[in-house]
């Protein structure tokens, strides 16, 4: 894939908006890669995975996995994996949890994956979610 890959920009002024954002970037990866999702706190993100999880047909509630660490939503075959790196204060609590066996067969999305960007394996698609003056936010991607 080339490197100059053009970035997706979105505006999104609700979260029903963001939702739909989220599942264009689903249908564009058909259901699998890494995502790592960046933006200040109550940026979005975790709305965002829960637009992942609305296209995906999972039914289970994403809520943040702020203290579990990681949530696992899905049945076999359509999984979803919701990391957040916000409370790991080091790389090492990631890498414990088994982090790089969720990298390879289904959807893992990752809240504040910027923080630990050595981490993340070099195919990740980073969305990054800003929120603006008037309280919209624009999402962007590059894949
Ligand atoms: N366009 C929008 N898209 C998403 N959320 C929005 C939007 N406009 C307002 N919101 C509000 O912003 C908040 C986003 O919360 P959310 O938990 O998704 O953020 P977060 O980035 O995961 O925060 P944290 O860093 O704490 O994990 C919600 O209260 C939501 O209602
Ligand atoms: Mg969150």
Avoid: C
């Amino acid at each position: 894939m080339s490197s100059l890959s053009k970035p997706s920009i979105f505006y999104s002024s609700s979260v029903e908006e963001t939702l739909t954002i989220a599942s264009l970037l689903v249908k564009s990866i058909a259901g699998r890669g890494v995502i790592s999702l960046e933006g200040p706190l109550g940026a979005g993100k975790t709305h965002f995975v829960k637009g992942v999880a609305r296209a995906l047909e999972i039914q289970e509630e994403v809520t943040s996995p702020t203290f579990t660490l990681l949530q696992i939503y899905g049945l076999e075959n359509n999984r979803l994996y919701h990391f957040d790196f916000y409370r790991f204060n080091e790389e090492s609590e990631a890498l414990d949890l088994g982090l790089e066996d969720y990298f390879s067969e289904y959807l893992t999305l990752i809240e504040w994956g910027n923080k630990f960007p050595s981490l993340l394996p070099p195919e990740t698609i980073r969305v990054i979610i800003e929120p603006l003056e008037n309280g919209a936010r624009m999402i962007t991607w590059n894949s």
